[in-house]
């Protein structure tokens, strides 16, 4: 099992790009996130899905769209990137609705807006 | 809100060295307590949930335990390949979100 894949690994971007980053789990979950990882912020909620079709907004949305169209893929979109965006982003899945399990993360996407 | 706060933020040992790690925590209900590690470059890797006061987990050189207001992450006897920054999470029982801590960097020098 690949368990959660991220692409790309690494990715710079300018001002006002736009991109996607990919997220698939092969494990069969239900549920799936996405986190950004900031010094001194800690990891912080992004999106998740609780299944496919069904999305909604976690801590920090703005400036990020997502969608869910089958359960393996769960790509966050960003419109227009900005600086602020520069971050490690994480997605992670759990096979509950991710209330009481644990979650399966990734290997991250290291973006950088300049 | 939720609030997690794990201390120290960095601490070195020595090999063979035991020590504690704490996550101290603010929720009006605890549904779980999540303790992750990650390596440089990965993402966390599970390691243990807590789910009420009291509650203890094992794993090699790792236990975890819980209070009502903190969780700590002993260990013993650590060795090199233990270095990794340990991130404490919790979740509500009125919400289905994690709420993290921004961890603690060990290094464990041979």
């Known amino acids: 099992n690949a368990g959660v894949t991220q692409t790309p690994k690494f990715q710079v971007l300018k001002t006002g790009q736009s991109m996607t980053l990919q997220c698939a789990q092969d494990m069969n979950h239900e549920y799936m996130s996405w986190y950004r990882q900031d010094p001194g912020m800690g990891l912080r909620l992004i999106h998740y899905s609780v299944g496919a079709g069904i999305t909604d907004q976690g801590e920090v949305p703005n400036g990020y769209n997502v969608s869910r169209s089958t359960t393996e893929d769960f790509p966050l979109r960003l419109l227009s990137a900005a600086p602020s965006q520069t971050s490690v982003y994480f997605c992670?899945?759990?096979?509950?609705?991710?209330?009481?399990?644990?979650?399966?993360f990734g290997n991250g996407t290291r973006l950088t807006v300049t | 809100e939720d609030q997690v706060t794990q201390s120290p933020e960095a601490l070195r040992l020595q090999e063979g060295e035991s020590s504690s790690l704490n996550c101290s925590y603010t929720v009006s209900g605890l549904r779980g307590l999540f303790w992750y590690r990650q390596d440089p470059g990965k993402g966390p890797e599970f390691l243990f949930t807590l789910y009420s006061a009291g509650e203890e987990k094992e794993k090699e050189r790792l236990k975890a335990t819980l209070t009502k207001k903190e969780s700590f992450l002993h260990i013993t006897a650590p060795k090199p390949e233990d270095s990794a920054t340990y991130l404490c999470a919790v979740r509500e029982t009125s919400g289905s979100r994690l709420t993290f801590g921004e961890g603690t960097q060990l290094t464990v020098n041979p």
């Open positions: 992670a899945s759990s096979p509950t609705t991710g209330v009481s399990g644990p979650l399966h």
